[in-house]
């Protein structure tokens, strides 16, 4: 599986876009791109995942670059209760590995 | 709907005891099903993972053991609990069939070894 690239953590202000980068440069043809977040104490969520083009659902965006080496999650209107680590992760296959994530903190 | 089952949430056992974690998945077939392990303040380490009954894969060489004996029926064992053991132990799943598929977790038992 490709190696992610997370900064450690990241502030945006409550009602504001919090946009997540991560760096995938060794991502291969048929590995997607995962975003998850944890709350503290609670397991894993998963968000949105994309192969090549910009996903959108309810809870996100997923912005995939042209090269697909790199990947932003976008969170529209931050909340309070949008403060977790976010997780990128690319994965083809049965075996999902997680980095470190960024600690996402949405102040009021 | 699919739904995921892990327990106990919590549970504090002294070093050199054995431990058993169990984890059952509702509502899915075949799945497969993952253990991964997260120390305080830090990442999820995938310590096992299963695509089917009696089919294991270790990640990492430690003294803990996973068994699949049904299913939809995951258990993470050890003979004898270390200090370094202690940490937040989760159980996921995802379908088995498709090329790309999401991990659905459980809520987790938080283990303290004393």
């Known amino acids: 599986d490709a190696k992610t690239t997370q900064p450690p953590s990241m502030d945006c202000a409550e009602g504001r876009a919090a946009n997540l980068p991560c760096n995938h440069s060794?991502?291969?043809?048929?590995?997607?791109v995962y975003w998850y977040r944890q709350i503290h104490s609670q397991g894993p969520q998963y968000i949105i995942h994309g192969l090549k083009n910009n996903e959108t659902n309810e809870m996100a965006s997923l912005i995939i670059t042209e090269d697909r080496k790199s990947s932003t999650l976008i969170l529209p209107h931050a909340t309070l209760r949008d403060t977790a680590v976010y997780y990128c992760i690319v994965q083809s296959g049965s075996r999902l590995t997680f980095g470190e994530g960024t600690q996402l903190t949405v102040n009021p | 709907s699919q739904t995921i089952h892990q327990w106990p949430a919590t549970l504090v056992q002294p070093v050199g005891s054995p431990l058993s974690l169990e984890c059952t998945v509702e509502?899915?077939?075949?799945?497969?099903l993952y253990w991964y392990r997260q120390a305080a303040g830090r990442g999820l380490q995938l310590l096992f993972y299963?695509?089917?009954?009696?089919?294991i894969s270790s990640e990492v060489p430690q003294n803990l053991s996973a068994s699949r004996p049904q299913d939809r029926q995951f258990i993470l064992s050890s003979k004898k609990l270390l200090l370094s053991d202690s940490g937040f132990y989760l159980c996921a799943w995802s379908v088995l069939s498709t090329a790309y598929s999401p991990l659905h977790f459980g809520n987790g038992t938080r283990l303290t070894v004393t």
């Open positions: 060794t991502i291969s043809g048929n590995e997607y």
């Open positions: 299963s695509v089917g009954i009696g089919q």
């Open positions: 509502g899915t077939s075949n799945p497969n």
